[in-house]
């Protein structure tokens, strides 16, 4: 077994043995072109990518590329993709309009080198499995780790109900699961989706959640909670594509606040502030990689 990891995912790379590691090198041309060439020559039949699907859109074409290069080697190689970031998209969204990820992993599945596809954490496992074969890989650790500190556990949506659940057997705390409408791109309401909100008075709080983006849910939710009359709130997400004015927005709402470098550009420069916990996911996706 060979690894190549794609510019997208460079930042992960310090977990991998590097005697398995295939010599890659993708550059920019002057006139705007991507360029990719193997730096040494390797005798391939099985190959694992880890890549992301996320903008900027070189990366998209940065794997789109390789596996078209791949696909017209004269020996046939059976890929096994590890997509440590899927951009946001939903199934009900993708059924009414072009969203490039997913256009992409239907193109993708035309190729008959892709023989399996591990997605680290996907945002709608229900409306991607209607498109593509794949697991669906999430660590654990990072939200136990987080939990250490709860007496509860809170899903902000019925999206991450599923999380909240597995955790809570996993843990052996509780969990409650809330209600989200969105009014509008910039509004949201948040309200108990049972009768027993009460549960979580006085009581030390995590909701978690696979991503981060505007912040605006965990806005919410935390306003939400507070009001609820919780006593500390903790916030852990496996993916944050946000900005670190979102951070600075949630971080006051939150007593700790836990994500993972699933993307590289995710906290940057925001490593010291208290209550800020990067986890590195890396070595969970080299681990993923030897046991499946």
């Not at 794949?134 to 650790?141: E, G, H, P, V």
């Not at 809170?154 to 955790?167: F, H, I, R, Y």
């Not at 979102?246 to 208290?274: C, D, H, M, R, Y």
Request: with cysteine.
């Amino acid at each position: 077994m060979h690894i190549l990891v794609t510019q997208s995912a460079k930042h992960l790379i310090h977990s991998f043995n590097p005697s398995l590691l295939v010599p890659y090198q993708c550059d920019h041309r002057e006139d705007g072109e991507l360029s990719m060439r193997l730096l040494s020559y390797i005798e391939l039949t099985s190959l694992v990518i880890i890549s992301q699907i996320a903008s900027p859109a070189e990366h998209v074409l940065e794997l789109a590329f390789l596996l078209h290069f791949l696909s017209k080697q004269k020996q046939k190689i059976n890929v096994y993709l590890f997509l440590s970031y899927l951009s946001y998209g939903r199934y009900d969204f993708a059924e009414k309009y072009t969203i490039a990820p997913w256009y992409f992993l239907q193109s993708m599945l035309q190729l008959s080198i892709v023989k399996k596809i591990n997605v680290l954490h996907s945002h709608d496992t229900v409306g991607l499995n209607k498109i593509i074969s794949f697991k669906d890989r999430i660590d654990w650790q990072l939200f136990c780790v987080a939990a250490q500190a709860a007496e509860y556990i809170v899903a902000p949506d019925k999206g991450a109900e599923m999380l909240a659940q597995q955790l809570s057997q996993k843990t052996g705390k509780p969990y409650l699961v809330l209600h989200k409408k969105r009014i509008t791109p910039q509004e949201l309401i948040i309200r108990p989706a049972t009768n027993n909100i009460a549960v979580i008075k006085n009581k030390r709080v995590l909701v978690v959640d696979d991503m981060i983006a505007s912040g605006l849910t965990a806005e919410q939710v935390a306003f939400f909670l507070h009001s609820a009359g919780v006593k500390e709130l903790f916030l852990a997400a496996t993916h944050f594509v946000g900005n670190n004015n979102v951070l600075q927005k949630i971080k006051p709402l939150f007593k700790q606040i836990t994500i993972s470098n699933s993307v590289p550009s995710a906290a940057q420069g925001q490593e010291k502030i208290i209550g800020i916990i990067k986890y590195d996911i890396s070595p969970f996706i080299a681990q993923s990689i030897i046991t499946d």
